[in-house]
């Protein structure tokens, strides 16, 4: 073949030496035309001559490769058969030695033993006897899985995760290298969700009986510790033994911070009805008494504060192992171990009203009978409810965030709807002792000692309801501060229980003024059939005449004398500055409003004497019958009262007013008055002036 080549080259540069030659020679063609025909046709023959015989060599050549490559296929099938029969002597050796090497416990050998006879079984191939050597094989990993799980999960017990030791990120460390080893074997058989069941349900397993022996603990008397601590105490086994289960579960699960989550979820699903039957247990013991009520609750906060820690030491360690994936199944998982307390807080408002009753009870209201203990009582019990109600909306935050809040907003406002009911029955009590100092026709003219001490004590319970006004008020300030407040700032959470209070308040205030008005009342007792009234038969002739002659009756200046003694009465029992003092000027209702300069003292005052003005019109309007003298009588009256009145800075009510203008007018003035005037004083003065 070489040969044929080289001659083929030859004759191709023979032939451009030809070409060279006509160029060089093209002058000359003429003459050498037959010779040059003579000696292409020589070359043409020569030329043709060689095609032939490369023809005839390439034959030669393909049928040589024909044959080399029916050598080589014949020499790939002896090597196949070759390693074919040495594999199949080594499938039976290798299965021989693994069977063996099973009943040994040797680890590490059955490991290499059974990696050789997969790579034996991947080289056999698709052989005639394939299938019944998957057999053979599937038989040898389930004898290996048999033989394995034990020890596997003995080698799990053998040092519970909680416990482990040294440098849990190292491989190895914080586990078992027995178990590790064995996890190596189930990864080569393939049987990794096999391997991941038994894993879960171990840890599932110790976790588990690790509570159970927390409980234990709890219920053994002579072990010190509270329900709250066993918890936390579980919380942090959890937490501390992620990284003891790193390499295990990586190796067994390919990603281990999702394995010990999925784990972790079990762990705790399992074991939350236990949780929170624990958890009632301890709330029904706690619930008889306040103390120990409050204690459950603070045991709640903790626990709950323990989870919070426990989600987010968790949620810390997820995403050191996932930093730029969100943690899509923390959410799951944070709502599996908030539940068991989130069900236990159904109750939770219940066990508040136990706390606030067991508040309000120590206030002990004796009553009338023993009113030095009841208003002993009422002294800082105000701070001490507001302080009551103020912690219960805290843990309300602290415990449900917030989502009870309406349900303890409404048992807040009942319990206190009752509690003001009691001091009202208190202070009705208060008012209706019994007094001495009557007049002659048997009704109380003077304020007497057992007045003013009935005053004074109904003044206490007025300020207690102003203090009891401003704790409440202040529990807004304090949640504001604390960033809690539910709702607009300017809006009393309380605002139903601040209402009742300050009712209460008005109440208690009116029956102060009936205590006031007594006196009053009693010395206008039979006014209206006195004498004076009818002193002459002549009537009405001369009722415009100026009666400044006539002297004001004995019964309107003793009325005058005890209105001008008020601030003797009133500074002792009002002199208190106190904020609760001050908050009650603008509780009260006073018909005629303070202002910042006027004094509780005063608007008091200012108060008894305008309904003393409302007392002396609606009696003066009572008497039948007028005589001109006893109409100029009444007139003097009704300016003396006048005087007393403007001595105390305190206007004329308009039924005063209305009286004394139309007794005076003329007979044209009194026509253009009366549409503007009530037709009770219209009716009186018209009768009493015998306009007809």
């Known amino acids: 073949m070489g040969s044929l080549q080289q001659q083929m080259y030859r004759a191709q540069q023979g032939m451009e030496e030809a070409s060279g030659q006509l160029l060089t020679l093209r002058s000359s063609l003429s003459h050498d035309i037959p010779a040059i025909r003579t000696h292409s046709t020589y070359l043409i023959h020569d030329l043709s001559d060689l095609h032939t015989r490369l023809d005839s060599s390439r034959g030669a050549a393909n049928s040589s490769l024909e044959k080399i490559r029916a050598t080589e296929m014949v020499k790939q099938r002896m090597e196949l058969t070759y390693r074919s029969l040495e594999n199949q002597d ?95 074997i189930f990864d080569l058989m393939q049987r990794t969700e096999t391997l991941r069941r038994i894993l879960n ?117 997820y995403q050191q192992s996932h930093p730029r994936l969100a943690p899509a199944s923390l959410p799951a998982f944070v709502t599996v171990v908030r539940r068991p307390l989130q069900n236990v807080m159904t109750s939770y408002v219940e066990v508040e009203l136990v706390i606030l009753s067991s508040e309000l009870s120590r206030i002990h209201l004796t009553g009338a009978a023993d009113k030095s203990k009841g208003l002993h009582a009422l002294q800082g019990s105000a701070s001490r409810l507001s302080s009551a109600v103020y912690s219960a909306v805290v843990r309300c935050f602290q415990l449900t965030e917030g ?52 005053l004074n004590d109904l003044v206490k319970v007025l300020q207690h309801c102003g203090d009891l006004v401003l704790q409440l008020e202040n529990i807004d300030d304090m949640l504001v501060q604390d960033q809690i407040h539910p709702g607009p700032i300017d809006q009393h959470i309380l605002a139903s229980s601040i209402r009742q209070v300050e009712a209460l308040a008005n109440s208690v205030f009116q029956w102060t ?102 007392i002396v019109t609606a009696v003066l309007i009572r008497i039948k019958h007028l005589t001109n003298l006893g109409i100029r009588q009444m007139i003097a009256d009704l300016k003396y009262f006048q005087n007393v009145a403007e001595d105390f800075a305190v206007p004329l009510s308009d039924l005063f007013t209305s009286l004394l203008d139309l007794l005076t007018c003329s007979r044209e003035d009194f026509d253009a008055k009366v549409d503007s005037v009530p037709p009770v004083i219209v009716n009186f003065v018209r009768n009493a002036r015998n306009f007809d």
């Open 90 to 184: 080594n499938w039976e050796v290798l299965l021989a030695d693994i069977k063996e090497l099973i009943g040994s416990g040797d680890l590490e050998a059955i490991l290499g033993r059974l990696a050789a006879l997969q790579k034996c079984f991947v080289q056999l191939g698709e052989s005639v006897d394939h299938e019944a050597r998957r057999i053979q094989l599937d038989d040898v990993k389930n004898n290996i899985e048999s033989f394995l799980i034990p020890r596997l999960v003995a080698g799990l017990a053998a040092v519970p995760p909680w416990k482990s030791q040294g440098n849990a990120r190292t491989v190895g460390a914080g586990s078992d290298v027995l178990a590790l080893k064995i996890v190596q």
């Open 513 to 614: 003024l009936s205590l006031l008005l007594r006196p009053v009342e009693a010395l206008l007792e039979g006014v209206p059939n006195l004498s004076t009234w009818t002193s002459s038969a002549t009537k009405g002739a001369v009722a415009d005449i100026p009666s400044f002659g006539f002297d004001p009756q004995d019964y309107i200046t003793r009325i005058g004398n005890y209105l001008l003694t008020l601030p003797q009465i009133m500074d002792p029992v009002l002199s208190s500055e106190s904020a609760s003092m001050k908050r009650l000027k603008t509780i009260l209702a006073f018909q005629i409003a303070p202002d910042e300069s006027t004094s509780l003292t005063e608007a008091w005052i200012q108060a008894t004497v305008f309904e003393s003005m409302a």
């Open 201 to 317: 349900d171990c840890r599932q397993r110790q976790f588990v009986g690790h509570w159970d022996d927390l409980i234990k603990a709890l219920q053994d008397d002579s072990i010190v510790v509270s329900i709250d601590e066993c918890i936390a105490n579980f919380y942090e086994d959890l937490s501390s033994s992620w990284h003891a289960q790193l390499p295990l579960f990586a190796a067994a699960c390919g990603d281990p911070a999702d394995a010990i989550l999925h784990s972790y979820s079990s762990i705790l699903t399992d074991i939350g009805p236990k949780l929170e039957h624990e958890i009632s247990l301890v709330r029904e013991k706690s619930t008889a008494a306040a103390n120990t009520a409050e204690d459950f609750l603070s045991a709640l906060i903790a626990i709950k504060r323990s989870q919070e820690a426990f989600c987010q030491s968790i949620e810390k360690e």
């Open 403 to 454: 989502k009870s809040f309406d349900a303890l907003i409404n048992m807040v406002n009942l319990s206190l709807a009752g509690y003001v009911k009691k001091v009202e029955e208190f202070a009705r009590e208060l008012k209706g002792r019994t007094t001495s100092g009557t007049g002659t026709a048997g009704k109380q003219t003077d304020f007497t000692d057992g007045d003013s001490e009935t």
